[in-house]
C-alpha cells in the first residue's frame, strides 16, 4: 500500500499498526540493534513510484523501518513524504546484482543500491530478512 504521510492522518497511523503492529519499543530495538536503516539510494523502481520520483531533482533515497509484522519504506517526494507499506507475507526480497537488492511487494517494486563497503546497509538487510523468517509460522500447528 503506498500512502502520501503529508499530514499525521489518524485513520492512516491506525491501518498501518493494524497492518504492521505498533513500532518498536526502545528496548526491543536495543536488542535487535535499530529499527531504522541508513538513507539508502534509490536506483530503480516500479512506475507509480518512478512518476512520483522523477518530481524530485535531488538525490533519490529512502529509508526502511522494521515493524513486528511488516517494514516501513520511506521516501520524500519535494516536501510531501510517502509510506510503502509491506506486511512480511507479501514481502519479497532479493539480492539481484552484486551491489543491489531489489524490495517487492504486489506490484510495487524499489531498487536499493548496496555498495560493498557499506556493510551497514547488508547487516541491516541480513537483520530484515532474520525478522520475516521469525514472524512465519514455524509448524503447521502455530497456524491454529
Request: glycine share 2%; proline share 5%; with cysteine.
Amino acid at each position: 500500500m503506498l500512502v502520501n504521510n503529508l499530514h499525521n492522518d489518524p485513520d492512516l497511523k491506525e491501518s498501518v499498526t493494524t497492518l504492521l503492529g505498533k513500532p518498536f519499543t526502545l528496548q526491543d530495538r536495543l536488542k535487535i540493534s535499530g529499527a531504522i536503516s541508513p538513507k539508502i539510494t534509490i536506483t530503480d523502481s516500479s512506475l507509480q513510484i518512478r512518476n512520483l520520483l522523477v518530481l524530485d531533482t535531488h538525490t533519490k533515497t529512502c529509508t526502511i523501518t522494521l515493524r513486528p509484522k511488516g517494514i516501513l519504506l520511506n521516501f520524500q517526494v519535494q516536501l510531501q513524504s510517502y509510506h510503502l507499506v509491506i506486511p512480511f507475507y507479501k514481502l519479497k526480497v532479493y539480492k539481484g546484482r552484486a551491489e543491489e537488492y531489489s524490495i517487492y511487494m504486489d506490484h510495487h517494486f524499489i531498487k536499493i543500491k548496496a555498495p560493498k563497503e557499506a556493510m551497514n546497509i547488508h547487516n541491516y538487510f541480513k537483520k530484515l530478512i532474520a525478522l520475516k523468517a521469525d514472524s512465519h509460522p514455524k509448524t503447521i500447528d502455530d497456524l491454529y
